[in-house]
């Protein structure tokens, strides 16, 4: 079994920072991509955020040049360093990853979600 799981997550001001942790665990052969996606009210899901098992980046135009991700293998965990908060940053965040299970072959796995809030 693998299982993503989230933490870090909950309230903060505008212009404030918090930071997220998604901790893979279980059978794991390797970790492919890893990425935040994030889901607002009323809204549909987004990616805002990937990193390739390479260390290669890519973000959203909404979150770049305020949030980084970030992986560190050994511990297979992914991070994301949220500044300069916006309450249109107010949502669902959740982490994604391909993986390969002992068992072989690729899987997408998603984490249970946590909630972020940024109050004005």
């Known amino acids: 079994q693998v299982q993503l799981v989230e933490s870090g997550g909950g309230l903060a001001q505008s212009g404030g920072s918090l930071r997220l942790s998604c901790a893979a665990s279980?059978?794991?052969?390797?970790?492919?991509?890893m990425a935040w996606y994030r889901q607002a009210p009323g809204k549909e899901r987004e990616r805002i955020a990937l990193?390739?098992?390479?260390?290669?980046?890519d973000y959203a135009d909404s979150v770049k040049g305020r949030f980084t991700i970030s992986r560190d293998s050994a511990v297979n965990t992914m991070f994301l360093q949220m500044n300069s908060l916006k309450p249109e940053d107010t949502a669902v965040y959740s982490c994604?990853?391909?993986?390969?299970?002992?068992?072989?072959?690729?899987?997408?796995?998603w984490g249970q979600g946590t909630q972020v809030t940024v109050s004005s």
């Open positions: 990193v390739t098992s390479g260390g290669s980046t």
């Open positions: 994604y990853a391909v993986i390969v299970p002992t068992g072989g072959g690729f899987r997408q796995y």
């Open positions: 279980g059978s794991i052969f390797a970790i492919n991509a």
